[in-house]
């Protein structure tokens, strides 16, 4: 099994079109794994963790399509995790796997994505073929396990609010084929003691976090929302004193702004000097069956 990050950046992408910080003219001039796309990853050709609004540059890049894409996981309903216009290209008249997408996510997101999807009078109603027979939306309850293809999917709220208030981002607690745990927490700020007590007991093989606002001056410790670097780093410290990662968890850093100085190579060398074991996840970015 072989996953991919699709994308790493944060909602504006990297650099912003918008912007000629330094930062952002340092990052064009660089090049290379500074330039991120929206966040989503690719768990395998059948499953697929958000839908970003860059779909169609990223499966350019990595020669990819997601014709045999069954499974969708959705974190939360902004635009840089749930680009319902693409995900909507599956309408058009091309071909396709004459399947329906299957479209997982929380409750509180299933009807405001309802209320969205009835603009485009297209009937987004829970657990019925619908979208015209495409897509089919399943509602997640938070703190529950659920059977999605081939995976075990437990839903962790995040401390990050969607679109509605009463939406938490889902962090996908999987268990995949060959046994290991991967839990995808972005977006997420410091866990609220709920979540953290969820986790007692449980444990991870595969780390994936988002770092937002990496080395942002000013950034509250604990904050809820979004990680920097220093409250990415207390994730895993809490994480190790109740035993959900361990000495061989693996760990990378995803969904990543401008809002800070950091070039790709910097903030690895940030993580570095920090003695925890991070790899700076960048477009493209496999991870083989060893974890790698």
Known sequence: ?????????????????????????????????NIRSRTSFRIDAQHQIDFSPDIFYQMIKLGLD??????????????????????MSKLNRIEHNNRPLHVYLSEPAAEWSAKLLAVYDLDATPGRSNWDGKFIIHPLRYFESYDVGRL?????????????????????????????????????????????????????????????????????????????????????????????????????ATHINTAHHLLHDEMQAEFDRSGHRVVVAYDGLAIDADGI
């Open 152 to 252: 075990k999917v437990t839903t962790v709220p995040g401390n990050h609010y969607g679109m509605s208030r009463s939406e938490l981002a889902i962090n996908y607690l999987i268990e995949l084929p060959d046994g290991r745990k991967l839990l995808y927490a972005s977006d997420t700020g410091w866990y609220t003691e709920a979540t953290w007590r969820f986790l007692e007991g449980k444990s991870v093989d595969l780390l994936i976090m988002e770092c937002t606002f990496g080395n942002r001056e000013g950034y509250p410790k604990y904050a809820d929302s979004h990680l920097d670097i220093p409250n990415y780093a207390l994730m895993p410290e809490r994480m190790k004193e109740i035993e959900f990662v361990h000495e061989h968890t693996r760990v990378w």
């Open 1 to 33: 099994m072989n996953m991919t990050f699709l994308g790493t950046g944060a909602a504006e992408g990297v650099p912003s079109y918008f912007c000629r910080c330094t930062l952002c003219s340092r990052i064009r001039e660089a090049g290379g794994r």
């Open 66 to 87: 997601v014709y045999d894409m069954e499974h969708l996981l959705i974190t939360h309903t902004h635009k840089d995790h749930f680009a319902v216009g693409e995900i």
